[in-house]
């Protein structure tokens, strides 16, 4: 004779916004109620930026894909640095050094954006080490109020999901957060006339209106795209 299992709950659950979670709320609200956003939407093919990382691992290297997307967002910063900046007390300051906010998804949803800092004077490898450093110590709950806070611009990062185009929520005082999506692959025929297979990655990029407009936040996107067909940052 089998065991009865036990009933499934069928009725609604209820969860009590505190903590982390209620912090974050107040901050995704003080954003969208402060700042003028508006989200950017392009697309990069992807086979320059995948050949450099596939030269990169036979040569012993442990950058990701991940990371050399990072290194390319933070060369096209210093070209375009109105989009590495904070805007406060009807103030904008530009940073000279990209302090890079990563987006990290912890456990419970909760979700933190730590300054990865100076990222600007580090090569691919050496972007991929911080990186992973940073992520264990949010993932250990040992990120220091200064990381949590110092970010001049933020990535959040999509791409193992379906998720295309998002409409990420800067965050603020800063004045852009670029967003990573999924990757695309499409049937293209080259000049010859054969098919080959390509892959695009999705980008986009929310601005604070306030602090730039849409050209030059086009422009910035642009060069990022140029910047990775290239195969990224030198």
Do not use: W
Not at 32 to 45: G, K, P, V
């Amino acid at each position: 004779m089998g065991q009865m299992q036990a009933p499934v709950a069928t009725g609604p659950v209820t969860l009590p916004l505190k903590g982390m979670r209620k912090m974050i709320a107040a901050k995704m609200s003080e954003s969208l109620q402060t700042a003028a956003q508006l989200t950017h939407h392009a697309e990069c093919e992807l086979g320059a930026l995948q050949a450099r990382r596939a030269a990169l691992k036979a040569a012993g290297a442990q950058a990701s894909l991940q990371d050399l997307l990072l290194h390319a967002v933070v060369a096209t910063l210093k070209a375009h640095p109105a989009l590495n900046a904070t805007l406060e007390d009807n103030q904008i300051t530009r940073h000279p050094a990209v302090h890079l906010g990563l987006a990290i998804p912890l456990p419970d949803d909760l979700l933190v954006a730590p300054a990865l800092f100076d990222a600007d004077r580090l090569d691919a490898e050496g972007l991929a080490e911080a990186r992973r450093a940073l992520l264990a110590k949010a993932q250990a709950g040992k990120l220091s109020v200064r990381e949590l806070t110092g970010a001049t611009v933020t990535v959040s990062n999509l791409g193992l999901s379906r998720v295309r185009f998002f409409t990420p929520i800067l965050n603020v005082p800063q004045v852009a957060i670029i967003g990573i999506g999924g990757v695309q692959r499409r049937l293209e025929r080259d000049a010859a006339g054969e098919l080959l297979e390509r892959e695009y990655l999705a980008l986009s990029l929310t601005f604070d209106h306030r602090a730039v407009n849409g050209a030059p936040a086009a422009d910035f996107l642009d060069a990022l795209c140029a910047c990775i067909e290239a195969g990224g940052a030198p």
